[in-house]
C-alpha cells in the first residue's frame, strides 16, 4: 500500500515538473519574441529647413480709426418733422439727413423780411432826400442802421433754419438711425454715426530705441482675426513727435487705402512695419512645433543603418522660435540649414520612434495662405 502510494507521488510530482517546464520554456519563447518585436514605422510628413532672407520687421499692435467719423447731432433741439436716410446709406456732403421743426422760425423769416424790405425802401428814399438835401447826414445815417440791422435779424433766422436742417458733413457711410421721427431731438443728442471708410488709419505705439528705425513712408501690414488670412498693406502717414512721458513711446499712424471697405473704425489689429534692411533666417512650417510648459521642440529625421536596412528615426530636439509669417516660424537655435523635420503627424511620435514618410496628404504651406472659397 505505501509503495503504491510513493509511487503515485512520484507519478504526480513528475506531471507538474513536466507542466512547469512547458510553461517556462512558452514564457521564455514569448520574451524572445517582444525583444525582436519592432513596431511598425509611424507615417509622418516631413519638411526641410531652409535658410531664407526675410525683410525685418517692427511689430505692433495697433487700433484702426477713421480718417473722418463723427456722431451726427443737432446744435438746436426741435422736434424731428423729417428723417431722410436709412441706416447704412453711404451719403455724399451736403446730403439731408434730419429736418426739424422750423415752423415758428419761418413765420418769424417772414416778419423779418418784411421789416427788412421795408428798412430798404426808407433807406432808399432818404438817400433820394439826401442828395437833395432835404435830409441830413444823421438821419441818412439812421435808416441805413436800421436797414443792416432788419437784414442781421432776417439772417439770424435763417441760421437757425439751416441748424435745424442737418445734413453730412463729407461722404462716407452711415450707421443705425438712432431717433424716430416726430422724437423731440434734444441739442447735443446722437442722430446717428457717419464714417469715412477709405481711407483708413491704423494707429499703435513704438517703444523709443524704435524711432531711429522708423519713417514716414515706410510700408505697414496690418492683420485683423475678423479676416483670417488677409493682409492689409498701407505707409506709414505721421509720427508723434513727442513721447508719452509715462511708457516711454511714441505714437505712430499709419494709413490704409482700404478701397474694399474691410477695415472699420474701433477694430483691433496685428500690425508690423516693414524694413528696407533684410534678415537671414531659418524657416520650418510652424505644424512642425511642439508647444509644451517646458519649451517648444520638433521632432528631426534622422536615417539609421540595422542588419544592412536604412530605417528613419525621429529624434525630439528642443528648440527656440522667433517670428512668424504665414505657415511658417524661424528658427534661433536648435536646428541646421537641411534638417528635416516632421511637419504632419508630430503628436502621435515619441523619441526615438521609427517613421516613414509620406508628403502626398500634407498641405502645402505658404507665407500667404489664403482659406479656399466656400
Not at 130 to 136: I, L, N, R, Y
Not at 274 to 282: C, F, S, T
Amino acid at each position: 500500500m505505501k509503495r503504491k502510494l510513493f509511487l503515485g507521488l512520484v507519478i504526480v510530482l513528475a506531471v507538474a515538473a513536466g507542466l512547469a517546464a512547458v510553461k517556462a520554456l512558452q514564457i521564455k519563447t514569448l520574451i524572445g519574441a517582444a525583444a525582436l518585436f519592432a513596431p511598425p514605422p509611424e507615417t509622418v510628413a516631413t519638411a526641410t529647413a531652409n535658410a531664407e532672407l526675410w525683410p525685418e520687421t517692427i511689430p505692433a499692435v495697433g487700433s484702426v480709426s477713421a480718417a473722418q467719423g463723427v456722431t451726427v447731432a443737432p446744435e438746436i433741439a426741435g422736434a424731428a418733422t423729417e428723417i431722410a436716410f436709412e441706416s447704412g446709406a453711404t451719403v455724399k456732403p451736403g446730403d439731408l439727413l434730419v429736418r426739424l421743426d422750423t415752423a415758428s422760425e419761418e413765420a418769424q423769416l417772414r416778419a423779418a423780411e418784411a421789416q427788412a424790405e421795408l428798412a430798404r425802401l426808407n433807406a432808399d428814399r432818404n438817400r433820394k432826400l439826401h442828395e437833395d438835401k432835404t435830409v441830413s447826414q444823421a438821419e441818412l445815417d439812421v435808416t441805413e442802421a436800421t436797414l443792416k440791422q432788419a437784414q442781421a435779424n432776417a439772417d439770424a433766422i435763417r441760421a437757425i433754419i439751416a441748424k435745424k436742417t442737418i445734413r453730412a458733413p463729407f461722404a462716407g457711410r452711415l450707421g443705425i438711425r438712432l431717433v424716430n421721427l416726430g422724437e423731440q431731438i434734444t441739442a447735443g443728442q446722437g442722430i446717428v454715426s457717419l464714417q469715412s471708410l477709405s481711407p483708413m488709419f491704423v494707429d499703435f505705439s513704438l517703444p523709443q530705441q524704435e524711432l531711429a528705425r522708423v519713417q514716414t513712408g515706410l510700408t505697414v501690414r496690418a492683420l485683423s482675426d475678423s479676416y483670417a488670412g488677409k493682409t492689409f498693406t498701407g505707409t506709414i502717414a505721421a509720427i508723434n513727435p513727442d513721447f508719452d512721458p509715462v511708457t516711454r513711446s511714441v505714437r505712430v499712424r499709419a494709413k490704409f487705402e482700404n478701397a474694399d471697405e474691410l477695415l472699420r473704425a474701433g477694430m483691433f489689429v496685428r500690425a508690423e512695419i516693414i524694413l528696407p534692411a533684410q534678415q537671414p533666417v531659418l524657416v520650418i512650417p510652424a505644424t512642425a512645433v511642439l508647444s509644451a510648459p517646458y519649451g517648444d521642440s520638433v521632432f528631426v529625421i534622422t536615417p539609421t543603418v540595422t542588419a544592412g536596412a536604412t530605417n528613419l528615426i525621429a529624434q525630439q530636439k528642443f528648440i527656440r522660435t522667433g517670428r512668424t509669417r504665414g505657415d511658417f516660424v524661424t528658427v534661433e537655435t536648435g536646428l541646421n540649414a537641411g534638417d528635416r523635420v516632421v511637419a504632419a503627424g508630430i503628436f502621435k511620435l515619441r523619441n526615438g520612434m521609427s517613421v516613414q514618410e509620406n508628403n502626398t496628404l500634407a498641405p502645402k504651406a505658404s507665407q500667404t495662405p489664403k482659406p479656399p472659397n466656400s
